[in-house]
């Protein structure tokens, strides 16, 4: 995910302290493609704390985890399990997984209403009149990667809700 917000004096700075104070941060990223999509003055950031921002809501996970465990039954069921072993795995296999799932997000705090109250803060920053995120699921190198966004602005009143729906590629900005 990235944030964007008109640069000034100790803009990266003060964008950093906004978001690690939310448990994010702000590192500053040049990618021609989105910046393409700015207006003079903008600046990108980089508001990953960890690899990515996968399984989080804005960008939920798209791993099919039921499929690949009936695929996993399926080759328990033909080396021999009986029906009550592979019930147990299942068992242990869906808290395993839960248990995954809270650690990755542990020190990641994440909600579309967190999002959106880092973006009206740093919209209280002076000097700032607008601010966005852009979600986009990369599969190369974030500042090289060719990306065609859709710019939508918005008032900061109806920023959450349309943050609730934001769409691949879509830059949605507040002001």
Known sequence: ????????????RR???????????????SNASIGGALVPGEAQFL????????????APTVID???????QVAKLAKKG??????????????????????RR???????VDLWSRIIADLLATPGVQHAGLLL????GHVEDEVIEPSRETVPIR??????????????????
Request: charged share 30%; hydrophobic share 35%.
């Open 105 to 111: 997000h542990a020190n990641t705090p994440d909600s």
């Open 15 to 29: 964008d950093d302290g906004v978001l690690r104070r939310h448990g994010r941060q702000a590192k500053p990223i």
């Open 136 to 139: 986009h699921f990369y599969s």
């Open 47 to 58: 508001t990953t704390v960890g690899h990515c921002d996968c399984g989080t809501a804005l």
């Open 158 to 175: 109806d920023f959450e809700a349309r943050l609730a729906n934001i769409r691949e590629d879509q830059l949605l900005m507040a002001a």
């Open 65 to 71: 985890r039921a499929g690949k465990r009936t695929e």
């Open 1 to 12: 995910m990235l944030l964007h917000r008109p640069r000034g004096p100790g803009f990266g």
């Open 81 to 102: 399990w009986s029906q009550a072993k592979i019930d147990r795995w299942l068992s242990d296999r869906v808290k395993a997984d839960d248990r995954a799932d809270e």
